[in-house]
Structures are given as C-alpha cells and as structure tokens.
C-alpha cells in the first residue's frame, strides 16, 4: 500500500483557526507600525494633539485674561460666548457649535471635549477638541476623508480578504478529498470496478472511508470474477448436456419415424406421432439450451425449428418473429400436451380463457414456455390434485392491456428459496420437491420468452396452497 501523508480532521480545522488569528495579528501589527511610521513622517498627527493644542490656547488666554482669537491655531476649535450665552466668535457650525452651546449650558459636552476659560467680565470662551488622528497637512484635512476610519475600514478589507483567502485554501482542501471520496462511490455505485483513483484524500478520517471503499471495490471486483467463473462454468454445462442430448434423440426420432413407415393400428399411430411431436418439442428445447450457453442476445436467438429430423435437433434456427395466432387453437395445442402430462402423473389438467379469439405473439416460443410451466406444475402435484391455465386479458386504468397466463397447481408450492432463486440457470435447490431429471432450465426459460414479449414471469404462492407461475406482456394500450 502507498505510503500516505495525511492529517486528521481535527489537526486541520485546528491549523485553519490558528493561520487566521496568526494574520489577523499580524495584520493589526502591520497597521499599527505604519501608523507609527506615518506619525514620526508627519504625514499624520497623534491622537492627542488636538487636546494638547486646546490646552495651549486656554493656558495663553487665562494668562492674558481676555479673548484673543489669534491665540487658537488651525487646530484649535473655539467658540465665544456673551455673558448672555450670545455666540460672540466661532470657528464652528452646525452640531458642533450645537454641541458647544449645549456643552456651555451643561457644563458638559456631548460629543466631543472642551477646554474651558472664564473671563472676569462674565464672558466664555470654550475650545473644543476630540482624540483622534489628524492629517498633518490642513489641504488634505479638507479634502480627504477620515484618517481613522479610512484606515480602519482599509484594514477589515485587508482582514477580510485575507480570512476569506485562507478559508478557501481549506475548503477546498476538504472539498477536493470529499470529491475524491464521492467520485470513488460513485465508481462502483456504477459498477465500474477497474481503475479508478482510489489513493489518500489527505484527511484522515476521510482516508478511513476510502480504504473501505478499496476494501469494497477488491471484495466486490473478486465476487464478479467468482459469479463470472460460475456463470462460464453453467455455460460450459448447458453446452454440454445439449450436446449430449443429440445422439440420444437423433436415434429415438429415426426410430419413430421408421415405426411411423409400418402398417400401425390407430393406437400405435397415436404413440409414433406423441413420440415424433415431443422429438420435435425435445430439439426445440435443445436450441434454446444452447442459446443460453451461448449467452445470445435475448431478442433473437430463441430457435423455431423444424420438426426433428435425422440427427434429432437444429443446428441453427432462425429468430422469431410476432405473428397473430388464433388463441383458442393455440391453447387447444397447449390443453393436449396439458393433459397428456397430467394424465402420466394421475392429476387433471384444466383450462380456462376468457374467449378471446386472436393474439401477437411468437408463437413458438410462447408455446414452449407455457407447456413448461404446465410440466412444472404437473411435477409436483400430488395424484388427485389438478393444475390450471387460465388466459385472460387483463386492461389496466390507463387503458393499457396485458395478456395474462396463469399456472397454479395444488402441490406443496415454492419454497422460499425458490421463489428468489427458481428463475435462474439449471437451479434445482427445491430440496422439498422430487426432481424426476429436471434440469432447471424451464421457468428460466420462460422468463426469458416472457422478457422477449415485452413482459415479465412472477411466481408466488397461493393463498389456499400450491404454486402459481403467471407470465404476462402487454398487447395493446
């Protein structure tokens, strides 16, 4: 396994709070040392020189004893009042001069502070000041804005800008090893098991999940490979017992059809032509084994052959196609192999339509897979009991119709196994039921000829007892 540097989550949110304070630190060092600097150049005045200079004046016009407007400087504020509270002389306007008079009235100032001088004939003189950093240069006073505030909006923009560069350098940190992380669960989600990035996020708590993932991909990678071995293994099966199957019915059907060149009775008529029809019926069932080994594609590879000939079964077969077949003859052709196969194991086969008279379908192989289901059925019913196919059409609300073949017989039904698993290549698990040499390729191959009409095989239990197989797909909508 590669080796992997990475940090836990906690460490990582722990190092993004302390690059952050770090700055914003060292942002404020920064903002303080330039304005040290920018004080020492002149370029600004310190916060308390407004204070100094209203001091200087008051302390020059209690010496002198009278009012002198040429003793306030330019940073000097003032205002003059009559002994009547009346505005002699200012330098101020708006709320600042309503500031000092309320200031005069008070005894106190509201926004601002003052430096008070009283004069023997009742007069005041009041020199206003605040705390605050000033341009050194008066043209820039009036033209710029705030020093202070300008600076200090400066340096939140600063600030922000700096904590929103260093929260997205971590964001996506994190988002770049959770999108790994995603991108990996995706990958097999789809069931894409090769390749694939699967290294250290980077984050350790989200490196615990991507080693699962790998774990998960390699578990799951090794089973695919396993089912597939399996799968080639049934395969290489089915292609066998097809194969094998040839000579044995190659020699019953010359056999038959030999018998079938004597002078027979009506009797043995009948038997040569049953065992010349299920010859035929055996090299249909043939065909479609090998289709199955050979892993066709399900639209066109089930086999209509023709009726056995010498060698017992077809080669090849060509596809199917959708025909319409007349139903009652159809299901008349099912109900005499129905009986037959019922009658062999002392049961009763019945039938029941519901009249209707034409269908689209392939016939063939609708055929095959219902007859198998019969069989199915007819296996496991005990002697006295009965299996039933009934046919109907069945209309759903949105006007959609199904066609609708049920087979239920009154045997012990499918065990739960089966009901999961009955539908799947060469299963004969129903350990509860005898197996008589069944293969386990009939209800599969019924699903499959289900699926080729656009429909679908459910197989459930009865609610009185025994199995139900229904095969069912659409006709018109």
Known sequence: MEKRRNVSLGALLWRYLILTGVSAAALAAAWWITLMLLMNAGFVLPARTQSDHASDAAAAMRLQGSFDASLADELCNYVYFAPDGTVLETNLSGRRLADAKEARRTLEGGAWFYQRVDFSDGSLCLFQFDYSVLYGNEALRGVLPDFELASL???AVVLVTTVTLITRHYTRRLRRAADKLAAASARIAEG?????????????????AMDAMRTLKENLSGSLQ???????QRAEQMAALAHDLKTPLTIIGGNAELLAEDALSDAQRANVDAILRNTRYAGEYIASLRALAAGADSADTVKNPEPAASDGAQEHAAPQETERVSLPEFLAEIQAQGQALCRARGCVFRLLTDGTSMLPMRRAELLRALVNLVENAARYTPRGGAVTLESHMRRAPDGAGRAVFTVQDTGPGFTPEALAKGMQPLYTGEKSRPQDGHMGLGL??????????GGAL???NAAGGGAVAELSFPVWG
Not at 192 to 208: H, K, P, Y
Not at 226 to 232: D, F, L, S, T
Request: net charge negative.
């Open 153 to 155: 909006v400066l340096l």
């Open 192 to 208: 894409q098991l090769e390749g694939g990035d699967f290294s250290s996020a980077g984050v350790r708590e989200l490196d615990g």
């Open 226 to 232: 396993a089912q597939w071995r399996m799968e080639q």
């Open 444 to 453: 599969t191959f019924a699903a499959d000829v289900a699926r080729r009409h």
């Open 458 to 460: 459910a197989l459930r």
